[in-house]
Nanobody, 113 residues
Framework: QVQLVESGGGLVQPGGSLRLSCTVS????????MRWFRQAPGKEREWVAS???????FLIDSVKGRFTISRDNAKNTVILQMNRLRTEDTGVYFC???????WGQGTQVTVSS
């Protein structure tokens, strides 16, 4: 059974950076398609980024040029590096695996001055 644990969230000023990690247990990250989602207060959860098992990255347009998604096979971790953060990036960030499907508990990201 795949289990996911996110970490790295916090409070940051606009223009700052955060590095989110999603640690995978019960499976190998290099055999999974992995995704990051976020949910802002009062809004629906939205997809942010994906990395396929063949390491192809995909990003929502609003974060292209600011966020990158990668994985560390040795640490069995997926990383979302977030730079030049904006207030509209605020939300709870979740990682998820596809086939088998699993979700983490989420980590809060707050971008505020």
């Amino acid at each position: 059974q795949v289990q996911l644990v996110e970490s790295g969230g916090g409070l940051v000023q606009p223009g700052g950076s955060l590095r989110l990690s999603c640690t995978v247990s019960g499976g190998r990250v290099n055999s999974l398609d992995m995704r990051w989602f976020r949910q802002a207060p009062g809004k629906e959860r939205e997809w942010v980024a994906s990395i396929t098992r063949t390491q192809l990255p995909f990003l929502i347009d609003s974060v292209k040029g600011r966020f990158t998604i990668s994985r560390d096979n040795a640490k069995n971790t997926v990383i979302l590096q977030m730079n030049r953060l904006r207030t509209e990036d605020t939300g709870v960030y979740f990682c998820a695996s596809v086939d088998p499907a699993a979700w983490g508990q989420g980590t809060q990201v707050t971008v505020s001055s």
